[in-house]
């Protein structure tokens, strides 16, 4: 089966998805001052700027995984990043995540830049099964997900402790009879 090598650009109205590079680190950087994203990505870890540089730069290497920035379409400024990860070649499956920019969110950038990750993995690799988590207190990433054909399929309770609280990860997926009928 082929692998995640190839490092597409993907041109859409809104967005352009392209590979992430050294010079985003700055951007990447910036993007993870931002509680609220931390909330909604579950994200308890403190990234150092070196960790961020690396991570960055290296992205171009990995052959088991695809991380894009989402980038304006009509700038070229980063407005997210979006990973395609936790490859599984024998089932066919892999894992999806996506993080917008405060800036750019409710703008039609997450669902867009979803639809074409979803769009290539489906129509470049014999992928079957793309799945993802995602907090129950958060119904905006959910509507996002459902109107993209993902599906619920399970929970898993508590498996969040965050402030304090427990909170439910709800786990989704789309596979690709899915993708060819929707
Ligand atoms: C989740 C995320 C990717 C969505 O991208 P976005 O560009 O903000 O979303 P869009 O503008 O494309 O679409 C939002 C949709 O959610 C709907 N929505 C917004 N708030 C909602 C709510 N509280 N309940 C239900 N639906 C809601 C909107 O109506 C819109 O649907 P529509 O286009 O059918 O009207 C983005 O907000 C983000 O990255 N947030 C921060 C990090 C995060 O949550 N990542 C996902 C972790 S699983």
């Known amino acids: ?18 590979p992430i590079v050294a010079a985003d680190a700055d951007a990447m950087f910036a993007g993870l001052d931002d509680p609220e994203a931390k909330r909604l990505t579950g994200t308890h870890r403190e990234f150092t700027r070196e960790v961020i540089e690396q991570w960055a730069a290296s992205r171009i290497e990995q052959d088991d995984r695809l991380d894009l920035a989402i980038t304006d379409a009509h700038t070229g400024a980063w407005a997210g990043e979006l990973a395609i990860n936790d490859w599984d070649p024998d089932n066919r499956s892999c894992g999806i995540r996506i993080a917008v ?3 750019y969110r409710d703008r039609g950038v997450g669902t867009e830049a979803m639809r074409l990750a979803i769009d290539y993995v489906f129509e470049s690799l014999p992928i079957h099964r793309l799945s993802l988590e995602v907090f129950s207190f958060n119904p905006r990433a959910i ?4 109107k993209l054909g993902f599906m ?13 609280e427990f909170h439910d990860t709800i786990l989704m997926s789309i596979l690709r009879p899915d993708w060819e009928t929707r």
């Not at 509507?143 to 459902?146: E, F, K, P, Q």
């Not at 619920?152 to 304090?164: I, M, T």
């Open 152 to 164: 619920q399929e399970g929970v898993l309770r508590d498996a969040l402790l965050w402030d304090g």
């Open 101 to 103: 920019d405060a800036a």
């Open 143 to 146: 509507a996002v997900y459902r």
């Open 1 to 18: 089966m082929g692998s995640f090598a190839d490092k597409p650009t993907i041109r859409g109205t809104l967005v352009t998805l392209r």
